[in-house]
């Protein structure tokens, strides 16, 4: 089984809002589900803020 | 349908490998390799103790119902070059002990509702494509594309007050369609002429849900939402430097400009358009103007049916604001020459009769 904890940044981006899905029985502590909640809002920003290049189509195997 | 468990680590997944395949966590090899009606999972038994381990996809696109990589106790990584992975239920990735490295398009073509894409931080490198006649998915967390374009072609992808960020595009295709918000934002990075685009309009619509959805383009550079006359039910949010252009006659609940906070931008739209609003939030602030103008040497038209736009710091030309609304620009705007139906002074305040009348 899983818990969901949802949150959310606001930016001049836009707001980011996402969700750890953990499960029931994790064994992190508020602050390691704090720092991921950071972590991942750390990673968007660096996403959105990267130049953006036009897409390389893949041939697939 | 069957389940299938990942077993024995480090191993390839191709059409005919049954090796690291079980009908139980931890049970004997040898099962099928999962069809497109099977659900895979990979969980603590799928390695050999604690160690990480990479599943590398082979024989594009492998298939399977739901993907569930859930109870990891070492890293596992999804691998493949130029593979796709295409699901035919849910899909979930375990927010710790999961990377994925494959480069191909991966499809969600479920023809049922209820299925959910729960990608806990894990972005996808490649393209995403939605596509299954009578589907729909819900976001469970945050989805990002690092690389590739997200194409809804058929069936509803419900935002479920998550953000959905594009590397590239967001684009329709044909087939039909839904954009659900219930709060959540659509978030498109791509510079250039299709930063959002919708070159199969027919059938594609837009649900606001619970909340306020948004769609924001938040390139440093030049950027379009090519809308081609869709309505919108949500906002449209100026969110880059870069000019936004919008072409096509488009309606939206909102427009918003969240990059006045940094620095000066501007919102152009595509001449003879005519740009239906419920509301207009727009404005720039002081030093940091927000431009509101035509892409061409001639006029657009803003249509808002009723009540008060109450805008400013914006720098308007080629721009008639009509529909039944009064467009009040702001005493800080500035009137750009050829404009029409716009107001350059703020709103009127509330009638001291108003106020009586609303105080009883």
């Not at chain 1, 606001?10 to 499960?23: I, M, R």
């Not at chain 2, 990584?77 to 990377?99: E, H, K, R, Y």
């Not at chain 2, 996808?124 to 469970?140: D, E, M, R, T, Y």
Request: hydrophobic content about 35%; aromatic content about 10%.
């Amino acid at each position: 089984m899983t818990m969901k904890i949802d949150f959310s940044f606001s930016s001049q981006y836009g707001t980011f809002s996402d969700a750890l899905v953990l499960e029931d029985n994790h064994a992190f502590t508020n602050a390691e589900i704090e720092a991921m909640k950071q972590q991942r809002f750390d990673n968007w920003i660096a996403m959105i803020t990267a130049p953006s290049v036009e897409e390389t189509p893949i041939e697939e195997v | 349908m069957a389940d299938r468990y990942w077993i024995l680590g480090t191993g390839t997944w191709d059409s005919t490998s049954t090796t690291n395949w079980s009908a139980s966590s931890g049970g004997a090899g040898g099962a099928s390799v999962p069809t497109a009606s099977d659900n895979v999972y990979f969980d603590a038994n799928s390695n050999v103790l604690a160690t990480a381990f990479t599943v590398t996809m082979a024989n594009s696109p492998r298939v399977c119902n739901d993907f569930t990589a859930s109870g990891l106790d070492g890293t596992m990584t999804l691998a493949g070059t130029s593979i796709g992975l295409t699901v035919s239920g849910s899909l979930t990735f375990q927010a710790t002990n999961f990377s994925r490295t494959y480069t191909g398009t991966t499809t969600f073509n479920a023809t049922t509702t209820g299925k959910t894409v729960t990608t806990n931080g894990v972005g996808f490198g490649s393209g995403v494509i939605f596509n299954g006649v009578g589907g729909a998915w819900a976001l469970g967390s945050a989805l990002q594309l690092t690389g590739g374009s997200l194409t809804l072609t058929n069936g509803t992808l419900d935002l479920d007050g998550k953000t959905l960020t594009t590397g590239f595009r967001f684009a329709t295709d044909t087939g039909t369609k839904n954009l659900t918000f219930n709060g959540g934002t659509l978030v498109c990075q791509l510079a250039g002429a299709n930063s959002f685009t919708n070159p199969a309009p027919t059938g594609f619509t837009t649900t606001a849900g619970t909340g306020t959805g948004t769609i924001s383009l938040t390139s440093g550079s030049a950027k379009t939402f090519n809308g081609a006359g869709s309505t919108f039910n949500c906002t449209l949010n100026q969110g880059g430097a870069g000019a936004l252009t919008i072409t096509g006659s488009n309606t939206f609940s909102n427009i918003t400009n969240t990059r006045k906070s940094v620095s000066a931008t501007s919102i152009l739209f595509t001449a003879a358009t005519t740009s239906t609003f419920a509301d207009w939030n727009a404005s720039g602030e002081s030093t940091r103007l927000l431009t509101i103008g035509s892409v061409t040497a001639a006029s657009h038209t803003l249509s808002k049916a009723s009540g008060t736009v109450s805008a400013d710091f914006l720098s308007i030309s080629r721009s008639t604001a009509t529909g039944g609304a009064g467009w009040y620009a702001g005493a800080n705007s500035t009137d750009g020459g050829n404009n029409s139906g716009w107001i350059f002074t703020a709103p009127p305040a509330p009638t001291a009769t108003g106020n009586f009348l609303m105080f009883f």
